[in-house]
């Protein structure tokens, strides 16, 4: 079986296509795993203790309200910062793996519609 440059080069633009797939995957199964860690984290996570201990700063007076527990509650939820930051990080690799196996697709459709011509 011999090879045309244009059989050599659809392998290599299918082989590269299967690379960003590939890709694509990995990055599904990182993303898969940030979401378990961040559940875990979430399970364990009990503020309950820091409440109770802000709100006995609070006892003189009569009334709380939730708004008196607001810094407490931006320091708890600051735990979960990490995981929105490799959220987005992660989106946007997606997004340029896409990029790249939507530039292959083309360059390997345009490869075998030339191919017909």
């Known amino acids: 079986m011999s090879r045309t440059p244009q059989s050599s080069q659809t392998r290599k633009l299918a082989q590269?296509?299967?690379?960003?797939?590939?890709?694509?995957?990995s990055l599904h199964r990182d993303r898969a795993q940030l979401v378990r860690r961040a559940?875990?984290?979430?399970?364990?996570?009990?503020?309950s203790?820091?409440?109770?201990?802000?709100?006995?700063?609070?006892?003189k007076m009569t009334e709380l309200?939730?708004?008196?527990?607001?810094?407490?509650?931006?320091?708890?939820?600051?735990?979960?910062?990490?995981?929105l930051v490799e959220m987005e990080e992660g989106a946007r690799k997606?997004?340029?793996?896409?990029?790249?196996?939507?530039?292959?697709?083309?360059?390997?459709?345009s490869l075998g519609a030339n191919a017909h011509v």
């Open 49 to 59: 203790g820091r409440i109770i201990r802000a709100a006995e700063g609070f006892e």
């Open 65 to 83: 309200h939730p708004a008196m527990f607001e810094d407490v509650m931006d320091e708890e939820l600051a735990k979960y910062d990490k995981y």
């Open 16 to 25: 590269l296509l299967r690379t960003h797939l590939e890709s694509l995957d």
């Open 39 to 47: 559940k875990a984290l979430m399970l364990n996570d009990d503020i």
């Open 94 to 109: 997606v997004e340029e793996v896409l990029a790249e196996i939507k530039v292959r697709d083309r360059s390997l459709y």
